[in-house]
């Protein structure tokens, strides 16, 4: 045994070691062997009663890419890098005070205070989520005296906000539509792709914004929904469209209505501003009603991140109105059956503030006051931004689009280009889309960014 010797196996140079190196039954590596790299993979194997220690310096990771960064958050990582006094972050959809910091709700507060009075445990939820909020999160959309709801034709699933809800339905349309394409606006938020792409369920896109107008290419999205295969799911932005701030009419929400039922297409919407658009819950939630009301199946994904400012505590749901009682229960029961190797259950804490909020006719109605005061603040702001924007540019560009869009973004229309201006040049953070959050604009601000935007428009191709 003196002289035997023990061969390494290794993806590098072959290496030896004699057996006076192994005590005790361990193999003391010493400087048997040198390697440029040290980050070895070591693995034991047993021969007889003496074990080998086989070195690997190629990790099983190596073949795993870089990801890129995320287009927006992306943009908050390069904000805060930025040390100029005047820099402004309008990239992400988050409500800002005229301080431009980040506001939590009264009404928040208190709720949060009453839950910890009650001294409510922790323990784990039902898998569907809390029924105190399941119950009032349907109410709140389709409205309580709705018929879906009297006669429990809704399937209503806690889910992890919009994002969460989201993936839960794209999972229930990949196992029992399979093939069934989903249609999405063109631009829509970033994070649509990324959902359906990682549930497996192929996605088309459908005309939606018109640059020449700065608007809606209603024309454009009728054809393509009339041209999309029949039984496909259309995704629909219930109000304040994600990028653009551009709605359809009441009128136009009608014609889109025929054109699904004329193509036997289901209804998907996704509602993650109601309340905080227009500042009426019951306006912003017109579409998805009207829907309804033509007994047609809806979906439809809910998130309570802007309008009660629950960000952090990633709370919505996922409903799905059916035909039946019978059909909503099995619907109910497979969201349960996708949700519980995903996440097993939901968080309760967001679940709980929302339930009270809604629950209690004082705070609800404190609630409403709040979002009417944070969706007028955007429509101040906005009206601010016009304003500076049409005194200032002496062109006679027509920037009345402004004003058209709803909600918590605007639409600039700049391009990629421009868009790089505006970050470099004049220190404002936004998506390469054109896309800006007036949540994150203060009034003092507006007369800086419209010589931002004037500027990046008229000098940068």
């Known amino acids: 045994m003196a002289s035997s010797v023990l061969s390494l196996a290794s993806a590098g140079p072959s290496a030896s070691l004699s057996s006076n190196g192994i005590e005790k039954g361990k193999l003391n590596l010493g400087n048997c062997f040198k390697k440029e790299k040290t980050n070895l993979f070591l693995k034991t194997k047993s021969v007889g009663r003496i074990s080998m220690v086989v070195a690997s310096d190629v990790s099983r990771f190596e073949g795993i890419t870089m990801a890129p960064p995320d287009p927006i958050l992306g943009v908050s990582e390069a904000f805060k890098a930025d040390n100029h006094e005047l820099k402004l972050n309008l990239g992400v959809g988050a409500y800002r005070t005229e301080e431009l910091q ?222 039946s009682s019978d059909d909503a229960a099995r619907v109910k029961s497979q969201l349960k059956r996708i949700a519980r190797p995903m996440y097993s259950n939901p968080p309760v804490h967001g679940a709980r503030i929302v339930a009270s909020v809604v629950g209690d006719a004082a705070l609800f109605k404190e609630w409403n006051a709040e979002m009417e005061m944070m969706a007028g603040r955007i429509m101040n702001v906005r009206q601010k931004l016009f304003d500076s924007l049409s005194s200032k540019d002496k062109s006679g560009k027509d920037w009345s689009f402004v004003l058209r869009q709803i909600g918590m973004f605007s639409f600039t229309g700049l391009n990629k280009a421009q868009c790089d201006n505006m970050t470099n040049k004049w220190h404002v953070y936004m998506t390469k889309d054109g896309r800006i959050s007036l949540a994150g604009l203060s009034l003092a601000k507006c007369e800086y960014l419209a010589d931002a935007i004037i500027d990046s428009y008229h000098n940068v191709s």
């Open 102 to 323: 980040p506001y939590v709700l009264d009404v928040v507060k208190k709720a949060d205070k009453l839950l910890l009075e009650k001294g409510e445990n922790r323990e784990y939820l039902p898998i569907e989520g809390l029924a105190a909020f399941n119950k009032v999160t349907a109410e709140l959309l389709f409205g309580a005296d709705n018929p879906v709801i009297k006669q429990q034709r809704v399937a209503t699933v806690q889910g992890l906000s919009g994002t969460g809800s989201l993936r839960l339905a794209a999972a229930l349309i990949e196992r029992y539509f399979p093939g069934a394409k989903v249609l999405i606006s063109s631009p829509t938020w970033g994070n649509h792709k990324n959902i359906f792409n990682d549930a497996r369920v192929p996605w088309s896109e459908y005309r939606y914004y018109d640059p020449k107008t700065v608007g809606l290419d209603f024309e454009g999205m009728i054809a393509d929904i009339k041209e999309a295969p029949e039984g496909s799911f259309i995704l629909l932005h219930g109000c304040a469209h994600n990028p653009t701030g551009i709605d359809p009419t009441p009128e136009q929400w009608e014609t889109i209505a025929d054109v699904i039922q004329e193509k036997n297409h289901i209804p998907f919407f996704d509602i993650a501003y109601q309340g905080f658009a227009s500042g009426s819950l019951d306006t912003d939630a017109a579409s998805v009603r009207m829907f309804v009301a033509r007994g047609m199946e809806v979906i439809a994904a809910q998130s309570y991140s802007k309008n009660l400012g629950l960000y952090a505590e990633r709370i919505g749901a996922i409903n799905v109105v059916c035909s």
